[in-house]
């Protein structure tokens, strides 16, 4: 049986942990005496309130008991509910008059998607948009994980819900302790994100726009407080820096904690991290070989920038407003629905299917080949020299198969909802991929305004689903999982 007082305890505690972020948002409205400050101070008492009563229900709770049900039935609900406090801001403050936008714009920015509702986002008093941001930067590493960091009271359930949050191929701990690991990694995230706002600061930019880009970039999010986004300050240094960043971002977090340590072969061993950016690299040039010979960039550094900043832009599925890419034709239309589905490294910030699923099935598939000539052959799949076990194989062909699944079904739902194939499909992939732009009327310089409700409520929990790799909240709506 389910551990309920356990789950309330948890998520009460999430909540009143959150508190300060939003307090913090609260103190930037102060500073710049926007009208925000009352929706945002209102916002984190309710927060608080319902986070204590929560935690006093399960105060109680027999933390023994608690497994991986409870652990991911917390994050799920997490996600869910924290989107639905969090567009509090948004919906009481005026700024988005629709409980489903609110919603939509909420979920994008803690699942890191980036996909916006909003026309005019410069409109936006300096509060808002920094708690916009702010919610891309905890969902970037994953609230549950910041949550473990700072909870000793998860005890037992700690590994669990970190499992269930930070689900992947596998999960190397170097560090004994649970805690101890999202300590780090979360150490290292705010290091990342220091050096990138200074050095953002360093160019065109003021601090406000330096500090939301910094949250939003090293999330691989891609929100901005700009209308025209990264393409506003129309510098080169910036565009270099935040891609740059984008590509950290999309890099095994914990091989990069190796490599702040000292241990920098341990990352260019790494089989996935060399195919990421051998990615980057061919796809960059396969963008500017597009782009500057059919004449779309006319000049040679600017060609090459633009396709470099795009390609990890898409790759990172950070989805920054930059260039329109529907402009670069069908080809690169295709091209980049591919780099979304593909995106970064697992144990990154970015979304998709990540660069080590694809590396572990294509030498599978090279195995099936192989065994065509020789049936008898023991082929094993290797990841830096070591045996995949079949476990693994099979487990990566079914998260394949329902992304595939999810895919069609959510864009099936989106065209009954009444949405055009081309919107539909760029739509289902971009949610799935928490990559942010699609194609058509939701394409790179567009927004999700338009889209009918029933089909943001869609795209939300398809968000939600991508974030959390598909199986932790698909799970919990099996019957089988209520059981006992």
């Not at 994100?193 to 200074?198: C, D, K, M, S």
């Not at 089989?271 to 597009?290: D, G, H, M, N, Q």
């Not at 599978?364 to 008898?376: A, D, G, M, S, Y």
């Amino acid at each position: 049986m389910l551990n309920i007082r356990f789950i309330f305890k948890m998520l009460g505690a999430m909540f009143i942990i959150e508190t300060p972020f939003m307090l913090l948002a609260t103190a930037v409205a102060f500073f710049y005496q926007g009208d925000d400050v009352y929706p945002l101070a209102l916002s984190s008492g309710i927060l608080f309130v319902f986070g204590n009563l929560l935690y006093l229900v399960g105060y109680r709770a027999n933390e023994s008991t608690a497994g991986r049900r409870e652990g991911m039935l917390i994050v799920a609900l997490t996600w869910a509910l924290f989107s639905f406090f969090g567009m509090l801001p948004f919906y009481l403050g005026g700024y988005i008059d629709n409980i489903t936008d609110a919603y939509f714009e909420t979920m994008s920015g803690f699942t890191t998607t980036g996909a916006t509702i909003l026309s005019d986002i410069e409109s936006l008093p300096h509060g808002i948009l920094f708690w916009r941001s702010l919610t891309q930067w905890q969902g970037g590493i994953g609230v549950i994980v910041f949550a473990v960091a700072l909870l000793p009271i998860l005890g037992g359930g700690a590994s669990q819900m970190f499992d269930a949050e930070t689900s992947g191929i596998t999960h190397e701990r170097f560090r004994p302790r649970i805690t101890q690991v999202a300590k780090r990694l979360w150490g290292l995230y705010l290091v990342l994100t220091a050096v990138l706002a200074g050095l953002l600061w360093l160019g065109p930019m003021d601090l406000f726009d330096a500090i939301n880009h910094s949250f939003t970039c090293i999330s691989t999010g891609g929100y901005s407080t700009k209308n025209a986004g990264v393409a506003f300050w129309d510098s080169p240094y910036i565009e270099y820096i935040i891609a740059i960043f984008m590509c950290i971002g999309s890099t095994n977090m914990t091989l990069l904690y190796f490599l702040f340590n000292g241990k920098i072969g341990k990352l260019w061993r790494d089989e996935e991290t060399r195919w990421f950016y051998s990615i980057v690299a061919l796809s960059t040039l396969i963008t500017f070989v597009w782009i500057y010979g059919k004449g779309m960039v006319a000049e040679l550094e600017p060609a090459f920038r633009a396709s470099f900043f795009q390609v990890v832009n898409l790759l990172s599925t950070s989805g920054y407003t930059y260039v329109d890419y529907l402009q670069w034709g069908p080809f690169f239309w295709l091209f980049s629905m591919l780099l979304m589905v593909i995106c970064g490294c697992t144990g990154s910030t970015s979304g998709g299917l990540k660069v080590g699923r694809v590396l572990i099935l294509s030498k599978n598939l090279l195995n099936e080949f192989k065994k065509q000539t020789h049936p008898k052959a023991v082929l094993p799949v290797r990841m830096n020299g070591r045996v995949v076990s079949s476990e693994i194989v099979h487990r990566i062909l079914a998260f394949v198969f329902i992304y595939i699944c999810l895919l069609l079904l959510c864009c099936f739902l989106l065209t009954i909802d009444g949405m055009g194939f081309e919107e539909a499909l760029g739509s289902s992939v971009s949610a799935v991929a928490n990559a942010g732009p699609g194609l058509g009327s939701v394409g790179p310089i567009y927004n999700y305004a338009a889209v009918p409700d029933l089909s943001k409520w869609v795209l939300s929990f398809a968000m939600m689903i991508g974030r959390l790799e598909i199986f932790t909240v698909l799970t919990i709506l099996l019957p089988g999982f209520w059981k006992q």
